[in-house]
Structures are given as structure tokens and as C-alpha cells.
């Protein structure tokens, strides 16, 4: 099994010196070919608009009955689009104002601890486990478990605690989603709101893409059990608010897009035919050059096989950031 080499030091260099390059060329963005091959994903019949979601992370049996928000190759091709379009947006916007590209980020989080009523079962979670979320986040986006440093540390402003029976479980898609987000969410489009609770479908968690326009949808939702210490079984380490942020911070799976095309539009994550649950050590699926990147944060295994973002991915992020999420 691959155990996480936790708080090892082994930092990828460069990340933030190249960011500006990568503002200012459309052509690193990653152009999605017309015919990239799409994989569908188990109950992958279910999608939604590209703008308004991102993708669910699931446990194994969840998995055939429930994974909403797979996307196409169609919304692939829409997003990077967008991307580009909004980095030459943005590009034309600071060659005029003579600012600079963002490199390092902090990013402001609150937390909104949904609750049936006052006790565990009913979402009651200690602060502890919050705090120790972000800390798993600053860990993971600064490379420190072995991955790639990203540009991103989190910082938590707030732990706003809520309770209303008709947000529990949040049910991903529903009107009670969206009458609790329009009603909690706070701050800009640099504003990472993260909702926990017990979830609808077995899910793990869910979070939205980055948009030019904010949506009130805009954050993360997670199992609140999935906090580090939290009774997820396999899933308690915080990885899944790792790989939610990811998807806030505009990542695509490592299996998206399965073996063919420009898959997840990473080009330093090896191409995955599905998702990889457990911890498959070896995993080889397409026959394209590398093994199934089961430790990447963007796949679906266990929270302790998971523990790294590679170069490319930060790249996108920080990308994304400049292009979307920068004040
Ligand atoms: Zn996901």
C-alpha cells in the first residue's frame, strides 16, 4: 500500500516563477483537441451545466448509483475555453494597469458547520477537527506531504456553526443547497466557503468551478466526518477537502477524459482509464507512458494512498487563480 510520506520536505521548485509566463500564453493554458475521448463514469449519465458545479468525490459503493457531476468531453472543451478566454481578459487588464500576476496566495476561509441539532450523529463536530482541515490543506498545497508546492496557504477566519434541520443532510443539487448557500456564503471570489455535513448518496464531497461571474453556489461541501479524526473509515485524513479545494481551484480528476485526448489538460498526470479506489499499487490502465497517478489528490483512493499535486496541477491553479479568483 503507499502510506503517506507525511511532512516530508521534498519541494517542487518554480511553481511561482513561471506564472507570469503562463498568464500572459493562452497556449500553456492546454487546448482541449475536438475529439478528445470521453470515459464515461460510473452513473455518469448525470450532469450538470459546466458553470455551475464541479465534481463529487465518492466512495466505492456510491460510486454506480451516484457521481453527478462528471464531465464531459463538451464541458472540458467549454471550461478551457473560458480559462483562456479569461486569461486574455486578464492579461489585456494588467498590461494596462501595469499590475503583476499573484504568486503566492492566501486564501480566506470560512467554515460553515451545518447541524441537524447539537450532537455528533447531528453534525456537531468539534473545532478541532477544523482546525486540523486546514492545517491538512497547508500541508498538502505546500508540497509538504511530497507532492508539488502550489502557490496557495489557507487561512481560517471564521467557523460560523448552523443549525437547520432542512439543510441536513446537504443534498447535492437541491433547492435546500441552494437556499443554504445563498443565505451563508460570504465574501468575494477569493473566498473559499466550505460546508460541512452529513452528505446526501453516500457522496464524500462536491465543489463548484472557478467562474468569471460569483456564483452564491461557490465553495466546497464535505463530510464533516471527513475532517482529520472524523469516523470516516479510510476517508478521515482530510483528503477529501484536499481534492474538493483542487476542484475549487479549478482541477479536473486524473481520470478525466479516461486514456484518450488531453485528459484531465495536465500534462505530467499519466492518463487513467477510471477512477482508483482503495490503494491499487501498479494500477496501469492506458497504455500511454506512466502508472494510474493513484497518490494523485485528484483521484478517488483512500485519504492514506493520496498525498500529492504534481507540478502541472499547480500550475493550472495558480493559472486559474490569476485568471478567475484574484481580487
Ligand atoms: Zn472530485
Not at 478541532?128 to 498545497?141: D, F, G, K, P
Not at 499519466?270 to 494523485?296: K, M, V
Amino acid at each position: 500500500m503507499g502510506p503517506r510520506p507525511n511532512l516530508l520536505t521534498r519541494r517542487a521548485a518554480g511553481v511561482a516563477s513561471t506564472t507570469l509566463a503562463l498568464l500572459l500564453s493562452t497556449a500553456a493554458v492546454g487546448a482541449v483537441p475536438a475529439a478528445s475521448a470521453f470515459s464515461a463514469a460510473p452513473g455518469g449519465a448525470c450532469v450538470e451545466p459546466a458553470d455551475s458545479h464541479a465534481n463529487a468525490r465518492v466512495k466505492p459503493g456510491a460510486a454506480a448509483k451516484h457521481d453527478p457531476n462528471e464531465l464531459t468531453a463538451k464541458q472540458v472543451r467549454e471550461r478551457d475555453a473560458d480559462l483562456a478566454a479569461a486569461l486574455r481578459e486578464r492579461a489585456n487588464f494588467r498590461a494596462g494597469a501595469g499590475a503583476t500576476a499573484l504568486a503566492t496566495v492566501t486564501i480566506p476561509v470560512v467554515v460553515h458547520v451545518i447541524q441537524e441539532n447539537s450532537t455528533r450523529a447531528g453534525g456537531n463536530i468539534p473545532d478541532s477537527l477544523i482546525t486540523s482541515q486546514i492545517t491538512v490543506l497547508n500541508q498538502a498545497y505546500a508540497g509538504a506531504t511530497g507532492g508539488a508546492a502550489t502557490a496557495f496557504t489557507f487561512r481560517l477566519d471564521k467557523i460560523n456553526r448552523v443549525t437547520n434541520p432542512s439543510w441536513y443532510p446537504i443534498v447535492q443539487g437541491s433547492s435546500a443547497e441552494r437556499s443554504m448557500k445563498s443565505s451563508l456564503r460570504v465574501g468575494g471570489k477569493n473566498t473559499l466557503n466550505i460546508y460541512l455535513g452529513e452528505l446526501s448518496d453516500d457522496l464524500l464531497g462536491w465543489a463548484t468551478f472557478p467562474q468569471r461571474n460569483l456564483s452564491s453556489m461557490d465553495g466546497v461541501v464535505a463530510l464533516n466526518e471527513s475532517l482529520p479524526g472524523g469516523t470516516a473509515t479510510n476517508y478521515n485524513q482530510g483528503d477529501t477537502g484536499t481534492h474538493e479545494v483542487g476542484h475549487w481551484l479549478n482541477l479536473y480528476h486524473t481520470f478525466q477524459g479516461g486514456c484518450g485526448g488531453s485528459g484531465d489538460s495536465v500534462s505530467d498526470t499519466p492518463a487513467e482509464a477510471s477512477p482508483a479506489y482503495e490503494c491499487p499499487t501498479g494500477r496501469n490502465t492506458c497504455s500511454a507512458t506512466g502508472l494510474d497517478p493513484i497518490t494523485n489528490f485528484m483521484d478517488y483512493t483512500y485519504d492514506s494512498c493520496m498525498y500529492q499535486f504534481t507540478p502541472g496541477q499547480a500550475s493550472r491553479m495558480l493559472t486559474a487563480w490569476n485568471a478567475y479568483r484574484a481580487a
